[in-house]
């Protein structure tokens, strides 16, 4: 991204808020600033700016600032959070590149069907996903537990810190993006983050863990700058992301190994369970879909966690 600056007119990217606050990155320096009023007239139904939304901004005399305008977000990682007003949209991260979802192959053991919820949430909203397949030395074929995703079509990066495994192939896949980080505690994220740049885990883990802290806490939201270009923002938020605005039908268009069969299927209102002439049923009894990803999708379909 290109910012420029005039006499009291900048652009830049949000990269941390906290209270009303948003700390601006222009390209040639951080502005703390908050949200013009006119920005705040009438209920918003959602964050008005949030961490990674690129803005434009007015400099004020004394260094600070005031978001003028927030452009269109071209997607972001959004809950719902109850008000007596009403129900208001919580944007977590926007104009994210991808989705970095890390897992460990043992220590704690892979929780599959946290990752399938992971991935169903990020196919409805249209984010690329990067799997990273974490603590490698501690199994002896990675593959036989996440080899299936990459048959789906997902990149998988096998790694480990203690023998340096794929290190290089994610911090490529970082370089020059804005990327989300989530996965279960334990799975090694901090110690990934550390690796790849000294000092960085530890950094978003503090972040991490004070957003966790409780609903009293100021919550303070940061994205962090990568050497050689980009972000990571961790945003353990996905947790507790409901498929909200889903309706049970709509699951099989975000597994995409059951989306090119459905139009296939006898009926219309086809629930892939037991109806004769189900083309998902007739793929999973040839082996061509993974019994685990079909008994997630049906989970997800009827509700359960």
């Known amino acids: 991204m290109v910012f420029y600056m005039t006499e009291k007119k900048a652009q830049g990217l949000i990269t941390k808020a906290q209270s009303g606050f948003f700390w601006v990155d222009t390209g040639q320096g951080v502005i703390v600033c908050q949200l013009r009023g006119k920005l705040k007239q009438g209920r918003a ?16 005399d004394d260094g600070s600032g005031v978001i003028e305008s927030v ?42 069907r946290m990752l399938d919820r992971f991935l169903v949430i990020a196919e409805k909203q249209k984010i690329p996903v990067v799997i990273v397949a974490n603590k490698t030395d501690l199994v002896e074929d ?30 490529t896949q970082l370089q020059k993006r804005i990327s989300a980080f989530a996965g279960p505690s334990g799975v090694g994220k901090s110690s990934l983050l550390n690796a790849l740049q000294p000092g960085l885990g530890l ?14 806490t100021t919550v303070t939201r940061q994205m962090f700058a990568l050497e050689g270009g980009g ?25 995409p190994e059951l989306r090119g069969l459905v139009e296939n299927c006898q009926f219309s209102d086809c629930t892939h369970q037991h109806e004769p002439g189900c083309a998902v049923l007739v793929a999973l009894k040839e082996g061509k879909i993974h019994k685990e990803r079909y008994e997630s999708f049906v989970r997800l379909r009827s509700g359960k966690e």
């Open 142 to 171: 990675p593959r036989e537990i996440f080899g299936m995703y990459e048959s789906i079509g997902y990149r998988v990066i096998y790694t480990s810190t203690k023998n340096a495994t794929g290190l290089e192939e994610l911090r």
């Open 231 to 255: 972000y990571v923002a961790d945003t353990p938020g996905w947790k507790s992301l409901g498929l909200w605005d889903t309706e049970p039908e709509e699951i099989d268009a975000y597994f």
């Open 71 to 112: 452009e269109e977000r071209k997607q972001a990682i959004a809950r719902l959070d109850p008000r007596p007003g009403g129900v208001y949209q919580q944007v977590l991260l926007a104009n994210l590149n991808q989705a970095v979802f890390v897992f460990a192959c043992a220590n704690p053991p892979p929780r599959l």
């Open 203 to 216: 950094a978003v883990n503090e972040i991490s863990s004070a957003m966790n802290k409780g609903r009293h």
């Open 45 to 60: 139904k959602g964050d008005i700016a949030a961490l990674g939304d690129r803005v434009e901004i007015t400099v004020l």
